[in-house]
């Protein structure tokens, strides 16, 4: 299923290159503002272009096409299209007999029997993260009545702490390269969460591995915990706020925050399509050949992901939040 | 919510010191051979009383109050009942005023309003994972009819993957210590789990976290993929079967199992409950004292977890076999 | 599935002649009193023993096993049972080859397999409704709480609104007999329910079908709208409280509380257990043969179901003004 | 929430004067062969310009944005929009202050805080139904698999089976009407559906529910059931295909479908916008007033009823068939 969620509830759709992507938010407290220019900033922080990213460039201005009426939110669904208009079919036409390494083209083909939309990825495509980041817009909107600011930053590339670096790494290797992206929240209550299947590090991580190219997720001190006495573990209580002299805990206890930042990290595997020649399987000869990448990729795609992170991050807050009444269903004063 | 799964659905319920835990199980197909023998293996697995494991010894013999006739189960709602006939609540009666360090003590009261069941961790106890047992040895049953085989071993304890040379540490230093445990599933068809929200990812580590005291995951070759190149990380497809020349991706691309084994770890950190003094605030006096832990516990609690790991691990497969028809709603020859 | 409820989840499980039945509230506010004898009067109303329905007595006295501690609800799972004490499971042995005619005996068997527990109607009997009863004791001390109360009561036996009348006609047919019963809700507050799928219609609908032997509901004037022009039948607006001059609308409008009482009427089809002599067939004989009920059972089942239909509706509602934040998630004073 | 459905769930989104109205269908089958001719027919029999039903006319033609390729179903999500191309919102725009008679202006202004689009009734529209249509043109592709056949027709107009006649009526008063719309099902397999929250009876109710103008469902004999003896209400069983000499029950028993065509009946009440003049308040002045409607409306809405009531139908019954493995997820031979 596409959708997540129990209040605050997404449901994503789209294909690389369909006519749209897009995403719909059920459950949005009526009396938001919201207008096309809040999307913009995050939109341009998940924009390829940089540095290390593709050079595929889309305009990416989303269309709110319901549930937004004199420029803040109904109650009702909110649905949000992003156009598809920089797409070059031509480069994947021909690429179905041979899987891509690293992608889900051979997976996908048996999952779906071969009647998936192969083109770029189709629904498998990073294409779709655009609509996780518009999510997340209407999302933090919703944390900033609380006070609550989620931020995520790229903590290393390719082991190494100083991301130019790990990106010359890559670019000296002619391949592609994988980072650590660590999020930050502050300011959330102490309460959110519960134990056992809706823990927040259950919600969380579910959210986290919609995102492709992710492949771990570790709260706290993670798993260096694996090394640790009970003693050194243990966060102590300071005061009635529930803040701790130390947050190996990452903010989470029982499943439930804890009054500190809520802290975890992301491992995001390197891009798959790396300029690199690799042996792949021909499924209609049955004969491993070479294959070597010719449409336009990212050569670090975590560096694109610490806001798509900060995105499901806030949806799964947000719906928290609804859910324990911190949030009010209708919005008078924003 | 205490509930997870969208066929296969189970749904845990209890408290340590109250006189039962239980679960239900919804969506279980019909026909299913099932009997109390079924259960004893595993829950032995997870019993306290080897070393490094808490003295606590309950007799953990499932009471199947519904469900199940004829021992077959009946394709109605499957409950199972575990006596808590071990319990000296006169151990915790008095810590209600100072939260104990690494417990879920103070964000429960928090969240709860200070009507939680606080007795021995309550609904927050690791009792209930007994529970979670159960429902595995259910899911197994189900994921055998297809050949597929979810094993959990301990792989490090403290740093050391000599686990006996890890529990010395601890012992040494009279206090408690961290482990991992890794997960293997083998056998599973390709083509379980989607892109994005439910993806096989998504629903494991869901899951996992489900599990007091886990604090990260990690799929394939995990967070050493942040140092790779995608040349490097790329597992290679071999055959048409799926199999790849690596299985840096644990078995999962694009969110979809990939006909290779399903690996991933995750980390336990170390029980709270250590015998060493540590500093804790005192509510009621607002002041920081010493506290120190007189109850029965576990030395390492990662020894524990193991089987708990294999159980949520196979129900949420068991789900997604389900959704995928690959197991049928009527078994007729087990 | 057995599960009802977004935010206030029951989940029912449990056989006629299983050892209990018994239902887990997940989601209920921490801190509502809660103790045995708030389920007694309830109980007692669905109880047989009065004209018109069946002599099997069970004690019916709820155990509360998980989720109250000191006589208050903790926010964990709430999970009551209910002994099955009164069983006499030779009356149905012999049945297996003859489906009872207007019992679900026959699709039990298609629809799993022969698995089914089939003594006493096992999980399809109305032996259930008592868990639904004391679902609806939880969620009417919550509904309480806003001043809002369900009352349901027979209106119709067997055509006649004197039902005494009613139940004549059957005794004098040696026969049973259908009814119809009405609920009123009162002050309940503007704004609960949505357009479309989660319509108050919808939800109430969805629970109501969940009582066994009930065939319809209408709102309102209901069926009678047919036969009426537009004038006739909107309500008009009379206060800005949302009084209107008549209730046509049941106090419903676009699927949402208008302020007025809620109303709505059910059918409940006699009871299939007729003393009286019918044809069925006997599935191994392939022939047609004369049935004749021995068991006890009701002479108007609907004599028992307005508790169940309060209870119904009271989940349904409980939930709805959970997610309209109308209750609290912590109950502080009661 | 604007979702409904398990395994094949669909999304609706959209106000009555935005650009579009759409739905998101999720968990529908790959392979299934799907073209924008396929949804013409069942979207012409919804269209107003028949007699009695409002002149507004819109194109209609869908736009399959996402999930078909090739002209066929891929396994991701499908959604499809319609344009919303001839709205004249100045006839709207000033009745903010006068809740029409009937409508859901008032309890929307409550539900939404008054930020809801007020235009046209803007989510709450029954334009909305197109959607609901174009979902069950999929739906009923799906069933077709099996044979199963969804079939609604007008029965009753005014009080008049000749409903030319119950429209005249209508006429002659300048006045609005109601009427009864009845579905059949055929050729369902024995099975679909469980005892108790999901009967076949709730998920039918659940979704007819949303229908906008539906306030009551009666299932075979329906309310006429509370008139009968229960040796008149059994459906004698025939032979082993389940088939009985009447059909009562309308083809469920136990929640769960039983050989025999699903019948069942919805009363539509008349539309609420009326010519005829009529006493609403006027929310500013705190006064009544007269109020009488200018814009373009239908005479008897439930003339436009019958493709809806099939469509909401066609996607509960996909939902369980695929629930119960009687559809494939992956179709190769249509």
Do not use: W
């Not at 629904?123 to 995520?152: D, E, I, M, P, Y």
């Amino acid at each position: 299923m596409n959708s997540f969620g129990t209040i605050f509830r997404t449901t994503i759709f789209g294909e690389s290159h369909g006519e749209y992507v897009g995403i719909t938010i059920d459950g949005c407290p009526a009396g938001l503002p919201l207008n096309i220019q809040d999307f913009i900033p995050d939109i341009e922080r998940r924009k390829p272009g940089a540095k290390g990213t593709t050079p595929r460039m889309e305009t990416d201005i989303p269309k709110i096409i319901t549930g937004v009426f004199n420029d803040k939110t109904t109650g009702a669904p909110l649905t949000i299209l992003f156009d598809n208009n920089n797409t070059r079919s031509a480069d994947y036409e021909k690429q179905q007999d041979v899987p891509r390494p690293g992608h889900a083209d051979f997976v996908a083909s048996k999952r779906f029997g071969g009647f998936e939309d192969f083109r770029g990825g189709g629904h498998f495509s990073g294409r779709l993260t655009v609509c996780l980041v518009a999510a997340g817009v209407v999302a933090k909107k919703l944390l900033s009545l609380s006070g609550v600011h989620a931020n995520a930053t790229i903590v290393e590339i390719g082991g190494e702490t100083d991301i130019e670096k790990g990106l010359q790494k890559a670019i000296d290797a002619k391949d592609t390269i994988g980072g650590i992206v660590q999020c930050t929240v502050s300011n959330l209550p102490i309460g959110l969460g519960s134990p056992f299947f809706d823990s927040v590090e259950s919600l969380i991580s579910h959210a986290v591995f919609a995102i492709p190219a992710v492949k771990g997720i570790e709260f706290g001190i993670g798993f260096a915990a694996a090394k640790m006495f009970g003693s050194e573990h243990n966060d102590a209580l300071q005061n009635e706020k529930g803040i701790t002299a130390t947050n190996n805990a990452g903010g989470i206890i029982g499943g439930i925050t804890n009054g500190n930042d809520l802290v975890f990290r992301i491992v995001v595997k390197p891009t798959s399509s790396t300029p690199k020649s690799q042996k792949t399987l021909n499924i209609s000869s049955g004969q491993l050949e070479e294959f070597s990448v010719k449409g336009r990729h990212d050569l670090c795609i975590a560096l694109r992901v610490p806001v798509v992170l900060e995105a499901v991050t806030a949806f799964v807050l947000a719906d928290l939040l609804l859910q324990e009444q911190r949030i009010p269903k209708i919005i008078n004063n924003y």
